[in-house]
């Protein structure tokens, strides 16, 4: 009998940390993450972040958003609270920037209440293709991308995002 709830844990356990192959859509910037827009907020320097909520029913391997160098990975520490929360801005995060044919793009994760472990695949110095794994954030979080002045968004809040296929800019 004991084996029901531990076969149903373990079923559970490989669904969420599936990891689907994925046909790389065309496009400059590419969803790195699944989920929904939750913002899309001009920043004060002229780039504008693109928001990205996981929750745990989404895929939580993230993609390059665009081809590049990553020039650094910076594990910065911070608290646990619900990543679509205002606080979450406090969070654990993980900062990625990535040296691309639109210049520096930056690209946070964002540890929630439930994911407490952030898991870069890729080192500083790595060159990545567009739509290449590069990291995962365990059990709902937030994925925050920072695109440069200039590039217009083409997703809206409320929109559902596919990692590696979603286009977040239009020409």
Request: proline fraction near 6%.
């Amino acid at each position: 009998m004991a084996a029901v709830p531990a076969t149903a844990l373990a079923a559970g356990m490989l669904w969420f940390f599936r990891d689907p192959e994925r046909e790389i859509a065309q496009g400059r910037v590419i969803s790195p993450a699944d989920g929904v827009v939750q913002s899309i907020m001009p920043w004060k320097d002229g780039r504008t972040r693109v928001a990205i909520f996981m929750s745990p029913l989404n895929v939580h391997v993230n993609r390059a958003p665009l081809a590049g160098t990553v020039t650094s990975v910076e594990h910065v520490p911070g608290g646990f609270v619900p990543a679509f929360n205002k606080e979450s801005e406090n969070n654990e995060r993980v900062v990625w920037h990535f040296d691309t044919e639109l210049g520096d793009i930056e690209m946070v994760q964002i540890a929630g209440a439930v994911a407490r472990r952030i898991v870069p695949y890729v080192e500083q110095g790595a060159k990545v293709e567009q739509g290449e794994r590069i990291g995962l954030i365990r059990f709902g979080s937030r994925v925050d991308l920072y695109l440069p002045e200039g590039v217009e968004v083409a997703v809206e809040v409320g929109q559902p995002t596919t990692a590696g296929v979603t286009r977040l800019d239009r020409d």
